[in-house]
């Protein structure tokens, strides 16, 4: 990036972000939306055009496989976004069912390129590049080769998919006002403080949505149908109480801590709890999503029996309620 394009970043205040760790899932043909409201936790049908939705697929036993956001681009043609890491497994799940419907699924990555925009100014920045801002939590709208959503409640946050044959003349652009990030820290970090957990390949299969607060963030419709692993799902909603939850923690930035790494009590060998997502939020913090139960947390989180580094908790933008 040249000099002029540094002056015009500090400027803006704006950075920029490649998000190469995301990929995007297109189902199209006359059964997408019945074809992906059946396999699905939310509500498909009631997507409609210029509003997204979170989402997730889950196993037989409710455990959460996927997390995505879908939007319906045409009737008959979504896209989801999810966790690049985990694309291929999704595909072939979803796979196994779709030979039923008149459905295709494909691995659309790369015919987009996938950005995330931060900064208090990106309305500004692209208003001369786009006539319609999406204005609330996921909602999008859309520009010549190009999607805008809001992914979040974050109102600097923004994710551009740009389709790949109109990346030049956009990215072009908003470099030129932007800080280009050297890696997706920032951006995760970001998103993190929104609560909002995110499945990897570590946790694929290993926790029920309300052990990733994903019936407080909009991920489950328990009024719609039928789906893998509805019926555990509900139950513990209606008759059950959730005794785990995602809470999210702070530590040093230099403790090495993975997505699915377990953490624990002083002194007791047992995992307490295991940790969902992680990044770098500064040079000297380092932001973590755990799911644990209320004692645990009360008792205080360490990334090892022996009390080796401790892990404060943080307010998330919810409210979050122990069974």
Known sequence: MSDKQNTHSS???LSLTRLQSEALLEVSGPDAVNFLHNQASCDIRQLNTGRACYGSFCNPQGRVLADFIALAVTPDTL???LQRDILARTLDSLGRFAVFSKVTLRDATEDWALWGLQGENWQAALREHVTELP???LDWTAAPGTLLLRPTSDPQALELWVRVAAEAALSEALMMQSTLEPDEDKWQAANLRQGIARLQATTSGEFLPQQLNYDLCGHINFRKGCYPG?????????KGKAKRRMLLMTLPADADLQAGAPVYRAGQDQAAGAVINTALASNEERLVLVTTTA???EDGLYTAPEARVPLQ???LPYSVTFG
């Open 135 to 137: 204005e609330d939590a």
């Open 11 to 13: 400027a803006a205040g």
């Open 295 to 297: 004692t645990a947390a």
């Open 313 to 315: 908790v943080l307010t």
């Open 79 to 81: 896209l989801l976004r």
């Open 230 to 238: 509805q019926e555990v799902i509900a139950r513990m909603h209606y």
